[in-house]
């Protein structure tokens, strides 16, 4: 899509689909009691360009669904094709963990939930924010906790797990390749964050070939 200079703009599992309906069951336990259905081919499609742009459009101020929309979108910084690969790097977490990453429906506690997970925003973002989002932004940095709307909402926060934590709860081999990939696809810099083709190139991928 990106060598097309489209932008899907709403990445998310729902719009990833396996092209085969076909499985095998496979038993978790020797009775039999259990078992689960394991797909018979990986192959994906990707679905839902209804929100697809080219890069060199006018593009919308609000894009993507809220759990899996980049930092420069809620900024008003303006995006291209890094909010696509910031959106992938979610989903492959949620795929890790079997939840996704930013359960929230709220600016501040969204941004707040990044830091939490990956670390503070670059300074030199936020002061960049736009009108919509400066009032999120306090002497330079997040209006965190202070601007909380609830006591719950600091507690969905404190609970989330720094991002090489999240995944070495849940990946058995290759951790290491598995964190340093996700962390070049959620650098806070749009301008930082591995293209589609340096992903692709990453060594989980290049090393690994034979597991998948």
Known sequence: MHDLHLIHTDLKPENILFVSPEYIKVSEYKDGSCSKRLPKSSAIKLIDFGSA???????????STRHYRAPEVILGLGWSYPCDIWSIGCILVELCSGEALFQTHENLEHMAM?????????????KRADRHAEKYIRKGRLNWPAGATSRESIKAVQKLLRLQNIVMQHVDHS????????????????????????????????????RY
């Open 53 to 63: 742009t080219y890069d060199r459009k006018d593009h919308t101020y609000i894009v």
């Open 114 to 126: 990044m830091e939490r997970v990956l670390g503070p925003f670059p300074q030199h973002m936020l």
């Open 175 to 210: 951790a290491g390749d598995v964190i340093d990939l996700l962390q070049g696809l959620l650098r806070y810099e749009p301008s930082e964050r591995l293209t589609a083709h340096e992903a692709l190139r990453h060594s989980f991928f290049t090393k690994n070939q034979h």
